[in-house]
C-alpha cells in the first residue's frame, strides 16, 4: 500500500502539487507575524547527518520541531520575504505555553546547503543576529563519496565517481559568482560538487566573517555517528536547553558501497591542505586521517 501511495504521488502534476502546498501553508501565513524566528540553525554540510540530528533534537520536550526541517529560506527562499520564513515555525503561545511547563522552549531549522552559499551567512547575520550555528563536518573524501552515491541513487548523476571528479571543475565553472546574484539558483553546486562542498575552510571563513566564533558550534559528524549521546549533550547545552537522553536514530542513510582505493587517495591528497587550513582556522586537528 506505501508503494502504491509513493507511486501515486509521482503522478500528481506539479502544478497542482505546488497548490495543495501553498494552500496548507496559508493558515501559517497568515499568522506568520504571531510565530517565533529560530533559535538555532543547523547549517551543514551535505551528507553529514543533520537530518539525524534535526530529529533527534526534535525529541528535546523543550524542542519544538519546524514545519519542514530543511526549509532554505537563506539561500533558495530569501526573496520571498521574512514573513514566508516565520510561517515554518510556531506560535509564540505555543512556545510560550511549553516554557511554563518545561522551563524553556526553542525551535530551529536544518538546511545543509547553506554552507555553501555565498549570500547566506550576511542574510542569517542580518535576520537572526543572536541565532546558535551548527556546523556538521564530516571526513571530505567520505562526505564526497555520500554525495555521490545519492546523486546516483536518485538519477542526477550518470557518471562513474573518476569521470565526476574530472567533470566537477566544468560543470561549477562561475557558479559561485553567479549564486552571489539573488535569485540564482547553484544546482550545480548543490547537486555536483563533490570535492567543492568539502573545502570547509573556505565556507566557514565567511561565516566567521559575520558571527564571533563562540555563536558557531563545529561538530564532526564521525563523533555523532560513533558517540551521539556525549555529542548531543554538548549539542542541547550550545543551544541552551536541559541535558537528556536522547533516542539517536541514523537517518536518510545512503547505499553502503566501496571506495576505489585509489580514488580515495587522490581525494586525501586533494584534501590535505584543506584540512590543514581548517585545522589552523579552529584551533583542532581536522585532518581525518
Keep these: 500500500m506505501k508503494t502504491l501511495i509513493a507511486r501515486a504521488k509521482t503522478w500528481i502534476p506539479q502544478p497542482l502539487k505546488e497548490g495543495v502546498i501553498a494552500a496548507r501553508r496559508m493558515p501559517r501565513l497568515l499568522t506568520a507575524g504571531a510565530r517565533v524566528l529560530p533559535d538555532y ?3 551543514g554540510a551535505m551528507r553529514c547527518g543533520t537530518s539525524s540530528l534535526y530529529l533527534s533534537l526534535t525529541d528535546h520536550h523543550q524542542v519544538l520541531p519546524a514545519f519542514r526541517k530543511q526549509v532554505r529560506f537563506f539561500d533558495l527562499h530569501f526573496g520571498r ?3 514566508w520564513y516565520r510561517a515554518y515555525f510556531p506560535l509564540h503561545v505555543t512556545a510560550r505555553r511549553v516554557a511554563a511547563t518545561a ?8 538546511s545543509p546547503e547553506y554552507i555553501f552559499h555565498p549570500l547566506a551567512p550576511a542574510r542569517v547575520a542580518a535576520t ?5 550555528l551548527i556546523a556538521l563536518l564530516r571526513d571530505p573524501v567520505e562526505r564526497a563519496w555520500s554525495h555521490y552515491r545519492h546523486e546516483v541513487r536518485i538519477g542526477r548523476e550518470h557518471l562513474s565517481f573518476a569521470e565526476a571528479l574530472d567533470a566537477e571543475p566544468g560543470r561549477l565553472e562561475d557558479e ?7 535569485g540564482y539558483r547553484g544546482r550545480a553546486w548543490q547537486d555536483f560538487a563533490y570535492v567543492g562542498q568539502g573545502v570547509y575552510a573556505d565556507h566557514l571563513a565567511r561565516w566567521f566573517a559575520h558571527f564571533p566564533r563562540e555563536q558557531i558550534m563545529i561538530v564532526r559528524a564521525e563523533e555523532m555517528f560513533e558517540r551521539p549521546e556525549e555529542t548531543l549533550a554538548a549539542i542541547t547545552a550550545f ?6 537522553r536522547p533516542q539517536y536514530t ?7 558501497g566501496s571506495l576505489d582505493p585509489a580514488i580515495r587517495e587522490r581525494l586525501r591528497a586533494v584534501f590535505a591542505a584543506h584540512n590543514r587550513r581548517l585545522g589552523e582556522m579552529l584551533g583542532r586537528d581536522m585532518r581525518w586521517t
Design 81 to 83: 520575504g521574512l514573513r
Design 103 to 110: 522551563g524553556r522552549a526553542v525551535t530551529g531549522e536544518a
Design 250 to 256: 541514523m537517518t536518510n542513510a545512503g547505499p553502503r
Design 128 to 132: 537572526l543576529p543572536d541565532v546558535r
Design 41 to 43: 540553525v543547523v547549517f
Design 176 to 182: 559561485l559568482e553567479r549564486m552571489s546574484r539573488a
Design 239 to 244: 543551544i541552551g536547553v536541559e541535558a537528556w
